[in-house]
């Protein structure tokens, strides 16, 4: 199969737990409502399917080199409330 009808392809939830190496009930964790972490996914019939192309993306996305950035975007959003009044480290009633 080439690269792009792989990345294509629609793959069931076993495909994406041996992709990432991880048992299938961790995907289907990931994959609730309430979950920390969702991986993304829709369901057809039923069934959770998945593209290679948004998993890899959503990998991209959760890489440790991200957190320099998302430590960033936390920051500015603090100067943000702070020149609202807002203080996040008290708790409004």
């Known amino acids: 199969m080439h690269d792009d009808e792989q990345r ?3 793959w069931a939830i076993v495909d994406v ?3 990432l190496q991880v048992p299938i009930s961790s995907i289907y964790k990931m994959t609730a409502p ?3 972490v969702r991986i993304p996914h829709v369901r057809i019939s039923g069934r959770l399917r998945f593209k290679k192309a948004d998993i890899d993306r959503w990998l991209e996305l959760l890489t440790v080199s ?15 409330n702070a020149g609202h009044g807002i203080d996040p480290s008290k708790k409004t009633a």
């Not at 320099?68 to 603090?78: E, H, I, Q, S």
């Open 34 to 36: 309430k979950a920390r």
């Open 8 to 10: 294509d392809r629609v």
């Open 66 to 80: 991200n957190v320099d950035g998302l430590a960033r975007v936390a920051k500015a959003a603090a100067k943000v």
């Open 17 to 19: 737990a041996e992709y």
